[in-house]
Nanobody
Framework: QLQASGGGLVQPGDSLRLSCVAS????????MGWFRQAPGKEREFVAA????????YDSDSVKGRITISRVNAKNTVYLQMNSLKPEDTAVYYC???????????????????WGQGTLVTVSS
């Protein structure tokens, strides 16, 4: 089970850190991903991190502004978002997948478990 939190209403240029806490003893073996779904759009990949800290980002939309990290001892993955823009407004979902190869990290089908989502609204 995944529980995402940290969303809210922020202004353009602000920062926000999302958290996703996973239940279960095998968290450290899972690749964790963040996806987002903006109003009226399909869900899209944001970032992923494997068990050892290897990361993948959607370079076009978040390059240089978003950092994914994890603390295995806390069963938690984070998404630090800086210089937020109105186009970052979306529901952000965390996901967990086992045995996710690098080339599949951007694919929703690679993940087995999904959190409920947390809403991020960027508006002045």
């Amino acid at each position: 089970q995944l529980q995402a939190s940290g969303g809210g209403l922020v202004q353009p240029g602000d920062s926000l850190r999302l958290s996703c806490v996973a239940s279960g003893a095998s968290f450290r073996s899972y690749t964790m991903g963040w996806f987002r779904q903006a109003p009226g759009k399909e869900r899209e990949f944001v970032a992923a991190i494997n068990w050892s800290g290897g990361t993948t980002y959607d370079s076009d939309s978040v390059k240089g502004r978003i950092t994914i990290s994890r603390v295995n001892a806390k069963n938690t993955v984070y998404l630090q978002m800086n210089s937020l823009k109105p186009e970052d407004t979306a529901v952000y979902y965390c996901a967990a997948g086992r045995g996710v190869i690098v080339t599949s990290r951007r694919s929703e089908s690679a993940y087995d478990y999904w959190g409920q989502g947390t809403l991020v609204t960027v508006s002045s």
